[in-house]
């Protein structure tokens, strides 16, 4: 049936009209979400930022470890166990399990030292060997091999509960750097010392037979 152009177009017209309205009245409300501060979305990040961490210490190189005898050392006890180990370290057929020379970081401090092994280039720390400043025996500073061996002696705790005396030895880049080493192993004893006296963790009585004062040494000569 034909319709006049104004009816066609007052038809297609209310058509429109009533779509829009339609659509108006279905239209969901923005989501929430987007209204959200940009710090909080920022404090959602899936990547950590990571802190680098700075190591502490003095570059040494570690010659290695020898089991001694004995359990009260005087000065020279640990002579005989570096030049054991410096013969190591000039051979080119070191065959030992622990006495290969490797670059390394030495941080002492109260209760615990540490012995950083690095990689070939001296930089990342692949390892790391933890000594309980308690069960350090003796260190010195003074060996006629090399006045840049810097050795400490470790009471070392086995898994089947007996115990050893382990000479530990690092060249260091100088005479006076191995003093400080030396110097600094006395003040990490001492510190620790009085803590654990001061906790109760040593008997007062006791004290000076189980942890001596002098037990710990640079040993400077």
């Not at 906790?199 to 004062?213: A, L, Q, T």
């Amino acid at each position: 049936m034909w319709q006049p152009a104004s009816e066609r177009l007052q038809h297609f017209q209310n058509m429109l009209k009533t779509k829009l309205n339609v659509l108006t009245l279905r239209k969901d409300p923005l989501p929430t979400v987007i209204f959200h501060e940009p710090e909080a979305i920022e404090l959602c990040s899936t990547t950590p930022l990571m802190k680098t961490r700075v190591q502490c210490g003095y570059k040494v190189i570690y010659l290695g470890k020898v089991t001694i005898s004995g359990t009260h050392f005087l000065s020279g006890c640990t002579e005989s166990a570096v030049v054991g180990l410096w013969d190591m370290k000039r051979s080119s057929t070191s065959l030992g399990n622990s006495v290969i020379p490797s670059n390394a970081l030495l941080e002492i401090r109260p209760f615990q030292v540490r012995l950083h092994h690095l990689d070939e280039r001296g930089e990342a720390s692949v390892a790391m060997d933890t000594f309980q400043v308690a069960r350090i025996a003796y260190c010195t500073a003074d060996h006629d091999i090399s006045p840049n061996v810097f050795a400490w002696i470790y009471r070392q705790i086995n898994d089947d509960l007996t115990f050893q005396m382990d000479c530990h030895a690092v060249e260091c880049e100088s005479k006076l750097v191995a003093k400080k080493l030396a110097h600094s192993m006395m003040e990490a004893f001492k510190k620790t010392f009085h803590s654990m006296r001061s906790d109760g963790r040593i008997n007062k009585s006791s004290s000076s037979d189980e942890f001596p004062e002098d037990a710990t040494t640079p040993d400077d000569g």
